[in-house]
């Protein structure tokens, strides 16, 4: 059997959604009572987004490279980020990675592709909705990305971070989410969100009521890692 290790801590909310949803995929595609084989490395959130607020992308690149192979060292086949966020470096990672790592952006881009969607809103912390590693995978697929305003930015990253990081989940916050997915669908005319960052299914998982997919990152992330496994 396959071992998969996961740099995980990052944050600690969704490191325990992920190792959940691994099982039970898992148990859904091998059917004979056995258990995936998994490692997780929770590592230092702090240091991490430390690390990206003063752009030192190649400390953090070193940090992460690092991690990754501590996984390697304790026998894992293949790894996983339980983040989006650290993937501003995904490629700079895997190249130094000594075991083959899921991209949860890659495998995001694979599932709106299959559903046909062609223009999407995307959530996340300021660094993912800011930056280009997902607009440069989407848009090698035909595929446009659509961020919410300047404002709207500043809320979504604020609350993920003192509150859906920290596992706290406020109806209020959800329902002013909620409207920024209303404004996006009417101003961009997204066809679909993308819940990019792996806290936000834990306040927006059940939305059916908007018209429009809301694209899990973390289980359609978790979904690749499981079919490596069984590879």
Do not use: W
């Not at 230092?44 to 940090?63: P, Q, R, S, V, W």
């Not at 109806?171 to 066809?191: A, C, H, N, S, Y």
Request: glycine share 10%; net charge negative.
């Amino acid at each position: 059997m396959k071992t998969v290790g996961m740099i995980g801590g990052i944050g600690p909310e969704s490191t325990v959604e992920y190792y959940r949803s691994i099982i039970a995929t898992y148990h859904e595609q091998k059917r004979d009572g056995s258990y995936p084989s998994i490692i997780i490395n929770s590592i230092d959130l702090k240091k991490m987004l430390d690390l990206i607020e003063a752009n030192e992308l190649a400390k953090l690149t070193e940090y992460l490279v690092g991690e990754v192979q501590k996984l390697a060292r304790a026998g894992a086949d293949c790894g996983l980020l339980a983040a989006n966020t650290p993937h501003i470096v995904f490629d700079e990672i895997r190249r130094g990675s000594p075991l083959p790592l899921v991209s949860i952006v890659e495998a995001t881009c694979q599932a709106a592709k299959a559903l046909g969607l062609k223009r999407l809103g995307l959530f996340g912390t300021r660094f993912t909705m800011e930056g280009r590693f997902y607009p440069d995978v989407f848009s090698k697929e035909g595929i446009t990305l659509a961020v919410p305003d300047e404002d709207e930015q500043a809320y979504i990253h604020d609350k993920y971070m003192s509150e859906l990081v920290k596992g706290i989940i406020r109806p209020g916050t959800r329902e002013r989410l909620l409207t920024i997915v209303d404004r996006l669908k009417e101003r961009e005319g997204i066809q679909g969100l993308i819940l990019g960052g792996t806290e936000l299914p834990l306040i927006l998982r059940d939305v059916m009521d908007r018209g429009i997919p809301f694209l899990d990152t973390t289980q359609i992330h978790v979904k690749g890692v499981v079919a490596q496994l069984l590879s």
